[in-house]
């Protein structure tokens, strides 16, 4: 870990369910009743291949689920870390941030050009993220053990990157099983991710009850090229990834179709674009 003699304070903001946190600065104590004052939950870290454990003190570098019974804002303050190393075991793990902003595309990795997933942060359900943001947990699904270096000083050289594939699967969902409150309002499907894209593009959507679903991808002229769901899905936050492969640069359309199977009289669809570029 790199600090310097700057002592900071940072401000964040949590909801009112599960989040996932880190400890972005140096502090004398870690306590988590102290780190994350008034969270009804503890903390708790997920290691491989144990799974999730409670934690009474925290480190930098990993991150931790909390709960909070309510929208608030907690400060931590401590010396600023500009820089840290963070282990990676292979399959999933929940990392922490450093105290100012790091773009995901500037991670790199000992060894050099580590595989891993997109980086998912959390707000009542998985999200592709494009930067750390102090304060925050995320989690990153690496193919092999190795270390992800995280720095906002340093510009390594391309081939020191991580190289981001995203998986077929998704993190590990919230401690215990998720209750009502945190399951989605509405239905509504998210813009792909990335994009333009190449091969592949996560795309996410929500559905607030059990619902029959049907998710088609379509070229510029409305012709159906792909179909990546058909079938009877449970309420949540769903993610599916699109593997285009196949298909040539272009401008294509996805559109969900949705309706809830107690009353199916009532439908959702939305459609958005997303670019393909070799």
Known sequence: TKTDSSIMAVSIDVSEHWNILSVPVGMEDCRASVVFRGNSSGAITYTPPSGYEARTFLENGAGYWTRFPNVRYINVCGSLIRSDTFDLAEGWNMIGAIGVPVHVSSLSSDPEGLVTSNVFGYDRGYVVV???????????????????????????????????????????????????????????????????????????????????????????????????????????????????????????????????ISDPGNPFSQTRKVMLMR
């Open 130 to 260: 494009d930067s750390l943001q102090p304060g925050k947990g995320y989690w990153i699904r690496a193919e092999q053990s190795g270390k992800l270096i995280v720095s906002a000083d340093v510009i390594l050289s391309s081939t020191a990157r991580i190289i981001i594939r995203p998986a077929s699967d998704m993190p590990p969902p919230p401690p215990g099983r998720e209750d009502a409150k945190d399951l989605p309002k509405e239905y509504r499907l998210e813009q792909a991710f990335p994009s333009p894209f190449n091969p592949s593009t996560t795309i996410q959507y929500r559905l607030p009850c059990d619902s029959r679903v049907l998710l088609k991808v379509y070229n510029i002229l409305g012709q159906v090229v792909d179909v990546l769901v058909d079938e009877i899905q449970p309420a949540g936050f769903k993610s599916v990834t699109w593997k285009a492969n196949k298909f040539a640069s272009a401008v294509y359309f996805y559109r969900l179709e949705a309706s809830s």
